[in-house]
């Protein structure tokens, strides 16, 4: 006979279809919960759900799966089975997402069909009672025997262990006592322990909040600025510096600082019409005939004029092409010397092209250079002309003059930009301008018919990092004073200016001046050490006794600190320097 109580069965989840039908059959109770473990495969088949619905309406029982896997919910909502996420939940048929409520009925299996459904369980009941409240009683059970009714069975859990009773009965002695016990008991105080856990508790937040205001007062909140007020004075540095591109370090003793030299080039250019003309026509030709004429005796015939010789006609010279040699006997003239005639004619060509070389058909007179006593007769012809425009030196000359120099101090501005943004420290005295190169386009007798001549100019200019030359200056400067009360405030670098006493290609050597400023030299942290604890008359005194210092102002906050904090990280020390006086 099938109780009225629930059985609880936990599913492996290697358990198949068949043992889990098996186990459901055999379940003694009217309502089975079946406890599905997580990803069971088995429950994810639309036929296996319906053999267990099946199988549980045979047998007459009531099942509850029990899991909170939300993708078997529509499957068991489409097959009418209840289910509960725990054994304490509700259970509810869950409604199937592509079901309207209308269509969610319960899926049966054909077969043979449980009526007992009607009579004493209704899903709807169900629904809104707990899995272990659904023993299934009929209505004659519950009036005829309440007590076993799921509201009136009480879980074991929730049983109070029993209470043993003594059967010993109570004398009139022990009735007394009691009662002069009761009466005992009236007059004793019951203690207040809220009342007391209130007290406490103020108390230790008033200690707390103690703690913290005196944390506050004497360790965070106290602050002291100590102001100084300080006079500097200059010092002018006078340096004589060598710079040098060869350097590779800087040299202290020698004043020697590595230079680098910056250079730009600039060129310039103008160009003007040639002026010059050339003849590239051809030159006349011909030939003459010589007359050595010797008027000494004995009379004897001259030597060979040479070739090469020249043979001149109106100003123009022809130039002899070949030796001419005189015959040895000669005729007298007229005057009574003896002539000479040359053995054969002499070809001569004219010096230069042109028409003008042309003799005409007839005869003409020439003299022979360095011979005064030969003479000559002929002609020439062939001469053309061929004019053509050229370069002459005057040309050249003329556009040299007209170049015009670039503007120096812009050239100065591009060095010192170049040079700061290379990490130098431009010096702008050590600017120098190189010997300018000057070339020509066309060169003298070339034809053309302009010139142009350029002219490239190279600028230099040196730099220096100025880490060098602030050693060199600090240098200077300590040696002019105490380092142990004065320091440096200010080497004067930056307005640092220079003057060239020699200049060479790789070396410079310059004047350096500058002025410096110095004032009062203070150890921060040695004196934020000595000043803490101190009132303030202390720390007015312990300072003003150092060279330099004009006045100490200290400022303690908030009102109620009377000292210097004990903590140097509460101690702001701020230095502020006077007009300074001139030390040279």
């Known amino acids: 006979m099938v109780s009225e109580a629930k059985d609880v069965i936990y599913i492996d989840i290697d358990d198949e279809i068949t043992t889990i039908i098996d186990k459901l059959r055999t379940a003694d109770a009217r309502i089975v919960a079946l406890v599905l473990p997580k990803r069971a495969t088995v429950f994810q088949s639309s036929v296996n759900m319906k053999l267990l619905k099946k199988t549980a309406s045979e047998s007459k029982k009531r099942l509850v799966l029990i899991t909170s896997e939300t993708n078997l919910l529509p499957l068991a909502g489409s097959i009418g089975l209840f289910v509960a996420?725990?054994?304490?939940?509700?259970?509810?048929?869950?409604?199937?997402?592509?079901?309207?409520?209308?269509?969610?009925?319960?899926?049966?299996?054909?077969?043979?069909?449980?009526?007992?459904?009607?009579?004493?369980?209704?899903?709807?009941?169900?629904?809104?009672?707990?899995?272990?409240?659904?023993?299934?009683?009929?209505?004659?059970?519950?009036?005829?025997?309440?007590?076993?009714?799921?509201?009136?069975?009480?879980r074991a859990e929730d049983q109070d262990e029993p209470i043993e009773l003594d059967n010993t009965p109570v004398t009139d002695t022990d009735q007394k006592t009691n009662d002069t016990k009761k009466i005992n008991d009236k007059n004793l105080k019951v203690p207040n322990f809220n009342k007391f856990r209130k007290r406490l508790i103020i108390t230790v937040i008033v200690l707390i909040l103690l703690i913290v205001g005196w944390i506050l007062a004497n360790d965070i909140l106290p602050k002291a600025t100590i102001t100084i007020n300080s006079q500097t004075s200059s010092?002018?540095?006078?340096?004589?510096?060598?710079?040098?591109?060869?350097?590779?370090?800087?040299?202290?003793?020698?004043l020697t600082v590595p230079t680098h030299a910056q250079q730009v080039q600039k060129t310039t250019s103008q160009q003007i019409a040639a002026t010059g003309q050339l003849n590239n026509g051809t030159s006349a030709t011909g030939t003459v005939n010589m007359?050595?004429?010797?008027?000494?005796?004995?009379?004897?015939?001259?030597?060979?004029?040479?070739?090469?010789?020249?043979?001149?006609?109106?100003?123009?010279?022809?130039?002899a092409q070949q030796s001419t040699t005189f015959s040895k006997s000669g005729t007298i003239d007229s005057s009574g010397c003896v002539d000479f005639p040359a053995i054969n004619a002499t070809s001569i060509t004219a010096q230069s092209p042109g028409d003008t070389y042309n003799t005409g058909?007839?005869?003409?007179?020439?003299?022979?250079?360095?011979?005064?006593?030969?003479?000559?007769?002929?002609?020439?012809?062939?001469?053309?002309?061929?004019?053509v425009q050229v370069v002459t030196q005057s040309d050249i000359n003329n556009a040299t003059s007209k170049l015009t120099a670039p503007d120096t101090s812009s050239i100065k501005t591009e060095l010192q930009n170049d040079l700061s943004q290379a990490g130098y420290h431009p010096i702008p005295?050590?600017?120098?301008?190189?010997?300018?190169?000057?070339?020509?386009?066309?060169?003298?007798?070339?034809?053309?018919?302009?010139?142009?001549?350029?002219?490239?100019?190279?600028?230099?200019?040196?730099?220096?990092?100025?880490?060098?030359?602030?050693?060199?200056?600090?240098?200077?400067?300590?040696?002019?004073?105490?380092?142990?009360?004065?320091?440096?405030?200010?080497?004067?670098?930056?307005?640092?200016?220079?003057?060239?006493?020699?200049?060479?290609?790789?070396?410079?050597?310059?004047?350096?001046?500058?002025?410096?400023?110095?004032?009062?030299?203070?150890?921060?942290?040695?004196?934020?050490?000595?000043?803490?604890?101190q009132k303030t008359g202390e720390v007015d005194s312990l300072i003003s006794s150092d060279p330099g210092v004009t006045s100490v102002k200290v400022k303690l906050s908030p009102f109620w600190v009377s000292s210097v904090p004990i903590k140097t990280s509460k101690i702001t020390i701020v230095l502020q320097s006077a007009t300074h006086a001139n030390n040279t």
Do not use: R
């Open 235 to 254: 010092i002018n540095s006078n340096l004589t510096v060598t710079l040098s591109t060869a350097a590779n370090s800087l040299n202290q003793s020698s």
């Open 429 to 533: 005295a050590t600017f120098s301008v190189g010997t300018p190169a000057n070339t020509s386009s066309a060169n003298v007798g070339d034809q053309a018919s302009t010139v142009t001549v350029t002219q490239t100019t190279s600028y230099t200019m040196f730099g220096v990092h100025e880490s060098d030359l602030q050693v060199l200056l600090d240098s200077y400067i300590n040696s002019q004073i105490n380092t142990t009360k004065q320091s440096i405030i200010d080497d004067g670098i930056s307005q640092a200016s220079f003057s060239v006493l020699n200049q060479s290609a790789t070396a410079d050597q310059v004047s350096l001046q500058a002025i410096g400023s110095v004032g009062l030299h203070i150890d921060v942290t040695n004196l934020k050490k000595q000043v803490a604890g």
């Open 291 to 319: 007359t050595a004429q010797v008027c000494s005796f004995p009379a004897h015939a001259p030597s060979s004029v040479p070739s090469g010789i020249g043979v001149s006609w109106s100003g123009l010279t022809f130039i």
């Open 85 to 154: 996420k725990n054994l304490q939940s509700k259970p509810e048929i869950p409604i199937s997402p592509d079901m309207t409520p209308a269509d969610n009925a319960i899926d049966t299996i054909e077969g043979p069909e449980a009526n007992d459904t009607a009579e004493d369980f209704d899903q709807h009941a169900a629904a809104e009672q707990p899995v272990g409240e659904l023993a299934g009683l009929s209505e004659e059970t519950k009036k005829a025997k309440p007590e076993l009714t799921p509201m009136a069975i009480p």
């Open 361 to 387: 058909s007839t005869s003409v007179s020439f003299t022979v250079s360095g011979y005064s006593n030969i003479s000559a007769t002929g002609s020439a012809s062939g001469g053309t002309n061929n004019i």
